[in-house]
């Protein structure tokens, strides 16, 4: 029997008439996912907490390439913010069916300069805001399933001398991205971890000096700084239906860092 060819439409938007939502997708990694779903296909939900004309400039390339996305400002250290932008996505687009927990923030001290801020904003937002991020956002997903995808990294295994907080709430991500596999598989709904390692952005060049760089960079098979590109390739591919018998995992997204 001859394979039925792919229809042409399904395989250039593999996520026709499904909505994301990406978290802290104003800059950087975010930023460059909600682009590459849109592409794909999906209606896009562009989450802020401060940058709101980088995050309009977001949803206005999503616009001019013919997608459709929308903005909402919330800051996900705090509940009831998470709820809000929910429902923003629900009243927008009526439905929801992926959210990429992105957002983060990452500070690096040595450990005689912790102090319990340092400790717990950087839990309240990795670790707490995806959290119930993921509560609220399962909770209105159709009963056919979806997909969260948590953004980790390498750090959740490295031991980087100063990172320690912030390698340890990427260590609770991936644990997270476990527990809710195992909790939400039998709702069809997938939750994975997808794990950059060094990335061109704003947050790599606030916390990575050039010789860190030099010597991670030299720790990969490719040799190179990844791009925000080479990251939301890689969460398009886990959104997709391509993806769905993969679940529970941490992917690593990163050149072959050793
Ligand atoms: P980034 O350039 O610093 O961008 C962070 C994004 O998070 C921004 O859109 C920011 O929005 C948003 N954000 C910050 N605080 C927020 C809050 N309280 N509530 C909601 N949104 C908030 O970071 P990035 O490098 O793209 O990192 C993205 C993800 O990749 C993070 O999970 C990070 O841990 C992970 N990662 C990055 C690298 C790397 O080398 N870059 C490596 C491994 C993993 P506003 O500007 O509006 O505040």
Redesign the pocket.
């Known amino acids: 029997m001859p394979t039925p060819s792919p229809n042409p439409t399904e395989t250039l938007t593999p996520l026709q008439g499904k909505v994301a939502l990406v978290?802290?997708?104003?800059?950087?990694?975010?930023a460059a996912i909600a682009r590459r779903l849109a592409r794909d296909g999906a209606r896009v939900v562009v989450?802020?907490?401060?940058?709101l004309e980088?995050?309009e400039a977001v949803v206005k390339d999503i616009q001019q390439a013919g997608g459709e996305a929308g903005v909402v400002q919330?800051?996900?250290?705090d509940l009831a913010q998470i709820r809000a932008m929910v429902a923003f996505a629900l009243a927008t687009y009526g439905r929801l069916d992926i959210l990429v927990n992105?957002?983060?923030?990452?500070d690096f001290r040595p450990l005689d300069a912790i102090d319990a801020n340092h400790f717990d904003s950087q839990f309240a937002?990795n670790v707490r805001?995806l959290l119930f991020a993921t509560q609220e956002a399962v909770r209105h997903f159709p009963e056919t399933g979806g997909r969260v995808i948590n953004?980790s990294?390498?750090?959740a295994q490295a031991a980087s001398p100063g990172a320690s907080v912030y390698s340890a709430t990427?260590a609770a991500v991936e644990t997270l991205t476990r527990s809710h596999a195992a909790e939400l598989g039998p709702k069809g709904i997938t939750v994975n971890a997808v794990s950059?390692?060094?990335?061109e952005?704003?947050?790599?060049r606030a916390v990575i000096t050039p010789e860190v760089e030099k010597a991670m960079v030299g720790q990969t098979a490719l040799g190179r700084v990844g791009t925000?590109d080479d990251i939301a390739d890689v969460v398009a591919f886990v959104a997709s239906d391509a993806a769905r018998w993969i679940t529970g995992q941490a992917i690593g997204a990163n050149g072959g860092l050793r």
Not at 47 to 51: A, D, E, G, T, V
Not at 196 to 199: I, M, Q
Not at 201 to 204: K, N, Q, V
């Open positions: 978290t802290g997708a104003s800059r950087g990694i975010g989450n802020y907490s401060r940058s980088a995050a919330a800051d996900l250290s992105n957002a983060a923030i990452a937002l805001g953004i990294s390498g750090a990427k950059p390692g060094l990335t952005t704003e947050m790599m925000p």
